[in-house]
């Protein structure tokens, strides 16, 4: 390459990328602080990481903010996690409009605490109509309860007789999750060095790239997020398919 030439290629972005924010407690511990210290650092990466992402032009950004799990962690970093989101929401919300963002969210959010439930839909009705990235946190969210979540609703579907048993496909089933207008991740993320999925997104990243980032989430900035997606440009996505059939043409699109 060339000195100077940005190795990001602008025309082949993934459309969706999906992060595991993962590390602020042992960038905290590192740092003999506590780790609600670590999710607050956490929360300035979230603000870096979204802003970056809408000046690259990527369409969806999902970020794991609160899994299903999340909820059995010690009630005092549970309480400090909730806040963070709220403040997220409320602080951000001025720059989320300025930058034309369109905020959504998936997950069980009942059992968010109320205030925190009003502030994420309050900004989802706000940013309704904002067209540049789609920026969606996973709250409560955990893949298994998405799917049985599907289930269920199918089910109640099926006994209204709005669905067939037998007619039932991939493609129906996948309208039945949190967010069925949402394209699949190209580019999963998980930061913090563990190689592990940790029940996100478990239906949705069934083709998708993997990147494991050593960095502990606070220190993900702008930089990491463009190094992970030059590594994503350098692979090649097969989808099942062999290699000569994706560089042939014809045969190598998604789901042929
Ligand atoms: C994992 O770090 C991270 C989380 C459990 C939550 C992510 C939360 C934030 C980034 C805070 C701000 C959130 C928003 C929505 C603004 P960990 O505690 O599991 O780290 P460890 O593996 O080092 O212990």
């Not at 998936?106 to 968010?112: A, V």
């Not at 940790?198 to 980032?213: D, K, M, P, R, T």
């Not at 050593?214 to 692979?235: H, K």
Request: net charge negative.
């Amino acid at each position: 390459m060339p000195m100077g030439e940005d190795p990001l290629r602008p025309e082949s972005l993934p459309r969706h990328v999906a992060i595991i924010m993962d590390g602020n407690g042992r960038w905290a511990e590192r740092r003999g602080l506590s780790r609600v210290e670590g999710h607050r650092a956490g929360k300035e990466a979230v603000t870096q990481v979204v802003k970056a992402a809408g000046e690259l032009g990527i369409e969806v950004l999902t970020l794991y903010a609160f899994s299903i799990e999340n909820w059995n962690r010690p009630q005092s970093e549970v309480t400090e996690l909730m806040r963070l989101a709220e403040r997220f929401l409320e602080e951000e919300l001025p720059e989320v409009m300025e930058q034309d963002i369109q905020v959504r969210a998936i997950g069980r959010l009942d059992r968010l605490p109320p205030n925190v439930r009003a502030r994420v839909e309050h900004a989802v009705e706000k940013t309704r109509d904002n067209a540049s990235l789609k920026l969606v946190f996973a709250l409560s969210y955990g893949g298994r309860a998405e799917i049985v979540d599907a289930a269920r609703r199918i089910l109640r579907d099926a006994e209204m007789g709005r669905v067939d048993a037998e007619a039932l496909d991939e493609k129906t089933f996948a309208s039945y999750l949190y967010d069925p207008e949402l394209p699949d991740p190209d580019l999963m993320i998980r930061t913090g060095g563990e190689e592990r999925v940790s029940n996100f997104l478990l239906w949705q990243i069934a083709y998708s790239e993997i990147y494991v980032a050593d960095v502990m989430w606070p220190d993900f900035g702008a930089e990491s997020l463009r190094a992970a997606i030059v590594d994503y440009q350098g692979r090649e996505r097969r989808f099942g398919l062999t290699s000569a059939q994706v560089s042939g043409g014809p045969t190598g699109s998604k789901g042929s």
